[in-house]
């Protein structure tokens, strides 16, 4: 085996993908554990029949090897990380999984011994009944630990999972019945264990396979007392010195790299003074400085991504998995990642996404959504000749004016199933989809379009009086791949959409206006809307930045009655257009 394949095979994004799969087959295993406790809430004898199934792929050599080898990597890999990490300052997250979790072997322990040592080396006799009367009326205080600790493990299995999948551009749309199963799959495995100690707490509970029906606990043999209190000892013990090593020795090391400070020197002005090995996502954090990492500082995305501005010559080269990502972005030279990046020496550099503290008066209500890529639907819509109809009307009757058309947009937009982004001056920009599929994201900007331009001519009825020419609208819709994400600063930032999609579908509504026109959608809308466009105009237009000419079809000024209409299912829409 060359340097090179040893070093691949134990990298660090290898090490992090022995710790993803291990702690999956641990997850899974507390899964079936928990469903297995679940049926206790039938009966006794129910939670016991079903427990060969449920541990039919762990009660055999090769799963007892799976199980034992991933839980002891999984903790082994774990404390590595917590000694390599050179800095402990770290969102609340991902202190919560890391005290969670060193919490589990202090918690498991003794009831690993009580069952799996005991069966297996000692051969006692392990049932449902057994171990929920030990625990519920002969020990209530290991009862209750072993509680917690189900808590305790189901918690971290599910942070470590979320962490996981978060960026997924399908786990949005799953995310609420992941949690939903998150809190009740433990709630019900608790109440089957209450429900199993009250039955076997009963005086009338006949305990089955005991001499005369008594309760006489699989006897130990002798001296295998003394053998479980020895290994508890050794367990707790050896565990307890591990992390208190891991912890010493990185208070030693911390020592001995005080004398070998680096200086990362900020374009800003801050300079930030840590040892020798520390990250420069690590400098930041320790120095409380924002800085974005929207993977944890895994490597995974480029959010940290900083320019180095002077000490290249203290900047090791990038590594494989780094490497990959500055590659996938077309990083230029001297960009690197700050998750990654351990400089040798002093050096000044720029992040190349400027994270803002939180000012103080942020409303509450700041939905912080980081950048993603997602397929939706994307509205643009306009007041024709608004500068016409305002050059002789007072500011407060313009003021008026906008707002009744605002509420007109909004409210077919929100009626519809979707959201206002904005609104400029006369304009007002909407998305669709962000939390669904394409599909439904292409109806209800179509239908919002329907709304918008009925509402429009109801309130040229309602303001007949008043306005020297009528309102016209003009509206393009295009659908596609947008990073929708939260921009601004303070209480301006919202959730918004950029990228080609965007500018696509506000190149169409300036279309809608040359052609004096209410509606342009482009073809992805028509086609993934259902849409009948039988009576629409088609064209061909070339969008500034695109090569390959786009299809547009136009809905002219004759329709009567509703643009469109949805058939009963709410899927095939119909255009009522002449």
């Not at 404390?79 to 890391?98: D, G, N």
């Amino acid at each position: 085996m060359t340097v090179d394949t040893f070093k691949d095979l134990f990298s660090e994004r290898q090490l992090r993908r022995l710790r993803l799969v291990s702690g999956l087959i641990i997850f899974l295993f507390v899964l079936m554990h928990i469903l297995n406790h679940s049926i206790g809430l039938i009966s006794v004898h129910a939670a016991q029949d079903a427990s060969p199934l449920f541990l039919a792929i762990w009660n055999n050599p090769v799963g007892l090897i799976l199980l034992y080898g991933s839980l002891f990597l999984h903790i082994g890999l774990v404390l590595r990380t917590l000694f390599v990490r050179r800095s402990l300052a770290m969102p609340m997250t991902e202190i919560a999984q890391l005290v969670l979790g060193l919490l589990i072997p202090l918690l498991i322990i003794e009831h690993v011994l009580a069952t799996r040592i005991a069966f297996s080396v000692f051969h006692m006799r392990v049932t449902y009944e057994t171990i929920v009367h030990g625990l519920w009326s002969i020990s209530p205080i290991e009862g209750l630990k072993q509680c917690i600790a189900l808590i305790v493990i189901w918690a971290h299995g599910c942070i470590g999972v979320h962490f996981w999948l978060r960026y997924r551009p399908w786990y949005p749309k799953l995310w609420p019945w992941a949690l939903t199963l998150a809190i009740m799959l433990p709630l019900l495995a608790l109440l089957g264990f209450v429900q199993m100690g009250r039955v076997i707490a009963n005086p009338t509970f006949p305990l089955s396979d005991f001499p005369g029906g008594a309760q006489d606990p699989a006897i130990l043999p002798a001296g295998a007392a003394e053998q479980l209190r020895d290994l508890r000892v050794i367990l707790y013990g050896g565990f307890g010195a591990i992390v208190i090593f891991v912890f010493a020795a990185r208070s030693i090391r911390w020592l001995r790299e005080r004398a070998h400070l680096v200086a990362i020197r900020y374009v800003t002005g801050e300079v930030i003074s840590v040892p020798r090995g520390f990250t420069v996502l690590e400098a930041s954090r320790i120095a409380g400085k924002p800085h974005y990492a929207v993977c944890g500082g895994k490597g995974r995305c480029s959010t940290c991504r900083v320019q180095i501005i002077t000490g290249e010559d203290h900047i090791p080269p990038a590594d494989p998995a780094e490497q990959r990502t500055l590659d996938r972005i077309g990083a230029g030279p001297g960009v690197r990642l700050a998750c990654q990046l351990r400089p040798t020496g002093s050096v000044t550099l720029s992040p190349l996404l400027v994270a803002f503290p939180d000012p103080q008066g942020v409303s509450e209500a700041y939905e912080a959504v980081p950048g993603r890529e997602r397929e939706i639907a994307v509205l643009f819509c306009d007041i024709r000749n608004f500068t016409t109809i305002s050059e002789t009307r007072l500011p407060f009757d313009i003021v008026f004016l906008l707002n009744r058309y605002f509420a007109v947009v909004g409210a077919a937009v929100e009626a519809a199933g979707g959201r206002v982004d904005k609104f400029i001056g006369d304009g007002a920009m909407a998305l669709f989809g962000i939390n669904g599929n394409l599909e439904d994201g292409c109806r209800q900007a179509v239908r919002a379009a329907a709304g918008i331009i009925d509402g429009i001519d109801e309130l040229n009825r309602q303001l007949s009086q008043d306005l020297t020419i009528p309102l016209r609208i003009a509206i393009g819709i295009h659908a596609g791949p947008a990073v929708v994400g939260t921009l601004g600063y303070g209480n301006a930032r919202n959730l918004t959409a950029i990228g080609d999609t965007v500018n696509v579908a506000s190149r169409l509504e300036t279309t809608a206006k040359e052609l004096d026109m209410p509606l342009v959608m482009s073809e992805p809308v028509a086609t993934l809307s259902n849409l009948d466009v039988t009576m629409a105009e088609s064209r061909e237009i070339v969008v500034r930045g695109r090569t390959i000419p786009l299809r547009i079809f136009v809905f002219g000024k004759s329709m009567t009655g509703m643009l469109l209409q949805t058939t009963a299912d709410g899927r095939a829409l119909k255009t009522q257009t002449a």
